[in-house]
């Protein structure tokens, strides 16, 4: 019978296993991904928009304190609009009345008030917009926050808000791969000309360029093979939600790198990042943040499977019992201190 996977987030060894690691690192560099250097993590936190309850200055000190804290990256989840449950509509993971603040206007308040963190979506739900639009957002994002951003896109799942929105879901997959394309060329050619099935920009200028250029980093997420393969094609990072086992990250790094390598693309060069765990849907779910060990292990899990990032969730947070802004820094600050005593 093989031993186990050192990396598999299981219980202790008995007798009848395999001894593990004896320490959390010696578990990270026995399992990295090929290419990945194990002790580097960074940590990034999805911003919460209930935040705004307590005024714009509150969301100003929340951001600040964040990188006051040590965190590298601060990620702005994205949802215009969430459809009420009726008859063929059946309820989605968030509800109606959850606040969701316009993801790139926060960003521009967050960039106003931070120096050194970089920001970003997880992720923009692209193709609910027009991507020359979304570059040019984008493109003064980067200026103004002094070549802080980091866009991440996504296909979404809500019919409902494509509609609201006038756009067609059925052909998310194939108009956001266009509108790549279309953002990287309008972040570095002077005359862009682009003609698409969805898309066509003809002898036009977008000034001005984007600090980054057309290496503003696009990070895509997805847990499906169509988004493997446009991470693997396109992307420069992929975003996971749902890993559940190193089994399930294996499969999916395998894929991106086949993809990757199929396009003539160094794997290696794709980042890859992880939320801590999926947004609660539960009583067990809204535990899962006030139990800081577990939060510390899974992040110690995610390491050894090759994720160089991993995120944190503070609306997750808040909804574990830290009610406030101030309460919610305080969580933020004992888990960055954990999770850097532990894995450097």
């Not at 009848?16 to 990270?28: E, F, H, I, L, N």
């Not at 193709?127 to 866009?151: E, F, I, N, Y």
Request: with cysteine; glycine share 10%; hydrophobic share 40%.
């Amino acid at each position: 019978m093989s031993s186990p996977s050192p990396c598999a987030p299981t219980a202790p060894p008995t007798s009848a296993t395999s001894p593990r690691p004896s320490t959390p690192q010696a578990r990270v560099d026995a399992c990295a991904a090929p290419g990945v250097n194990a002790r580097v993590v960074k940590l990034s936190v999805e911003f919460p928009s209930v935040s705004y309850r307590e005024g714009p200055g509150a969301v100003a000190r929340l951001a600040r304190t964040i990188e006051q804290l040590g965190y590298d990256h601060i990620d702005v989840f994205d949802h215009v609009v969430m459809g009420y449950p009726f008859a063929g509509r059946p309820p989605g993971p968030y509800t109606p009345t959850m606040p969701i603040l316009e993801a790139l206007m926060t960003l521009a308040h967050l960039a106003a008030v931070t120096t050194r963190v970089t920001l970003g979506t997880e992720v923009l739900v692209l193709p609910q917009r027009h991507p020359t639009l979304v570059a040019k957002q984008v493109s003064t994002l980067d200026t103004l926050s002094g070549g802080r951003v980091r866009l991440g896109i996504g296909v979404g799942w809500q019919e409902s808000e494509y509609e609201a929105l006038g756009e067609e879901f059925r052909t998310r997959g194939a108009r956001m791969d266009e509108a790549i394309r279309l953002l990287r060329a309008c972040w570095s050619d002077a005359h862009v000309d682009f003609a698409g099935l969805h898309y066509r920009v003809t002898a036009m200028g977008m000034e001005p360029k984007p600090p980054q250029g057309r290496q503003l980093p696009i990070w895509i997420g997805g847990m499906s093979e169509p988004a493997w393969r446009r991470v693997g094609q396109l992307g420069d990072g992929w975003l996971a939600s749902r890993v559940t086992d190193a089994d399930s990250a294996r499969r999916a790094l395998d894929a991106i790198r086949r993809h990757a390598e199929a396009a003539g693309r160094d794997p290696g060069a794709i980042g890859l990042q992880s939320m801590v765990a999926p947004p609660p849907r539960d009583a067990e779910g809204r535990r899962f943040y006030a139990e800081q060990d577990r939060v510390v292990t899974r992040v110690v899990e995610l390491q050894a499977m090759g994720f160089q990032w991993v995120s944190l969730n503070a609306t997750a947070i808040f909804q574990a019992g830290a009610r406030s802004v101030e309460a919610m820094i305080d969580t933020l600050g004992a888990l960055h201190a954990k999770i850097r005593a532990e894995v450097g």
